[in-house]
């Protein structure tokens, strides 16, 4: 299967495309610094990206004449900035909204799927006009802004055309499955929350749900504070273990009286993801690429550090992050330090042998703008499920209606 991937950043969401089994035509992206990080995997050979058609550039100067239409997948997470909760919160009125630039390649590549992420803050009351307004141009790419037309008046004649339904049976249309997700539920040790906004082009019927969770919390505090399975794993003696933290007694109290045994698997942990890496400050750090420290970690209001023993708050770029306290760990004695480069790509599922350019806030804000790996390819796999059943019906449609003739 064939796709193109807008915004890719450091490369998450494309590289978990590539490990669903699609084959990238484009690797868009305009930041130099996260160019040079895709550029320098490829000269190292790493083979995940290695063949990946980097263009770097602004994807509203993307020449996509040559393109064929029906892709089967466009890919991308347009900036989050004018969304984020670090952000100014403007959304249309934001020149970093790149919703606009995005509807105008599914307009003009016409693919079978896409897959958009952005933040959670998104969601929030204060954008929910515009968040449907973002849907309904995804929902019908070809009912386009006309020249002088404010969005609101873009967005009542979407909606007019939504309740006629016209468009559905006359123009190119998709059918929408807006969802948000934590990624911790999927095996990521990092609470990360995103909305995905996956879309099916019409004609094709497919119904589509997104893929089940795999991890859970309850499992987790099961694993630390009933069975303690959990310490003895990382052989933490029992006088160095933690007390139940007071606003967890009453629900592990319930894990221990009704726990059932289910097929998710505890969270994964910062300590469970950095299990076998050193110190930066140790000797064996020097094995590990991108592993260096970073002096200058504090604690103020709001940002106090991501403890060992539950997965990491969610890694950010920008002020908030770079320096700030979400990037930055709590360790066992209550001391903070941030995290290395290195250590945030394993919260973000990067391979060990992926290395980033730029110092280190440069990667950092690279690696706080990305789709964490594993979650990237859980997506992308239901997708390519869902487009690989659909041709297998219409091979078989095609196939009766020869037997029938």
Known sequence: MKSVELFAGAGGLAMGATLAGFESLAVVEWDRWACDTIRENQRKGYPLVQDWPLWEGDVREFDWSSFPEGVDLVAGGPPCQPFSMGGRHKAFG???????????????????????????????????????????????????RRDGETWLEHLKRLQEEKTSGAQHFNGLTYNLFPVLVNAADYGIPQKRERVFIVGFRSDLGVEWSPPDSTHSLDALLYDQWVTEEYWERHRIPK????????????????????????DRKPWRTVRD?????????????????????????????????????LPSKTLKAGAHGVPGGENMMVRDDGSVRYFTVRESARLQTFPDGYTFHGAWGETMRQLGNAVPVALARSMTCSVAEQLALTQLRNLANQKRRRNMA
């Open 94 to 144: 934001d020149k970093r909204d790149m919703f606009p630039a995005t509807v105008e390649v599914v307009r003009r590549l016409r693919p079978k799927s896409f897959i958009i992420e952005n933040v959670k803050g998104l969601t929030r009351a204060s954008f929910h006009d515009y968040f449907q307004y973002i849907q309904l141009q995804l929902e019908f790419p070809e009912v386009s």
């Open 239 to 262: 006088s160095r273990r933690p007390t139940v933290p007071e606003r967890l007694v009453n629900r592990v109290r319930k894990l221990e009286d009704s726990f059932i045994a289910c």
């Open 273 to 309: 993801a950095l299990i076998d890496v050193p110190d930066p400050r140790e000797r064996g750090a020097r094995f590990f690429h991108d592993h260096k420290f970073q002096d200058g970690a504090r604690v103020y209001k709001g940002h106090t550090g991501s403890p060992l023993d």
